[in-house]
């Protein structure tokens, strides 16, 4: 059993960065698969990126590449994305997500959930 807990989100102008955080807690939360999702409004729930439990395979959506950084931290049990000249189509809630298993790109694939965060770009 993990638990996830999001913070970081928040208002931005276009350009501007922001940086997530998804604490984790539960049993052996590092050798967990975590990943980042975003859903907007009347949109379905998207990948964004994701770090396997090690940390050596990192994997990012395209319209993310070059702007946004995932990263871990075991001894801390945190996951971090740091978004990096933010767009308003990135406005979106931000999901923390854990599986049992390698990198999944799909929500479904996904068993642990954090609560979400929102991230809010204006124009």
């Known amino acids: 059993q993990v638990q996830l807990v999001e913070s970081g989100g928040g208002l931005v102008q276009a350009g501007g960065s922001l940086r997530l955080s998804c604490a984790a807690s539960?049993?052996?939360?590092?050798?967990?698969?975590m990943g980042w999702f975003r859903q907007a409004p009347g949109r379905e729930r998207e990948f964004v990126a994701a770090v396997s439990g090690s940390g050596s395979n990192i994997y990012y959506t395209d319209s993310v590449k070059g702007r946004f950084a995932i990263s871990r931290d075991n001894a801390k049990n945190t996951m971090y994305l740091q978004m990096n000249t933010l767009k308003p189509e990135d406005t979106a809630v931000y999901y923390c997500a854990a599986r049992l298993a390698r990198i999944g790109y799909y929500s479904g694939e996904y068993y642990y959930w954090g609560q979400g965060t929102q991230v809010t770009v204006s124009s």
């Open positions: 539960g049993r052996a939360a590092s050798t967990y698969t």
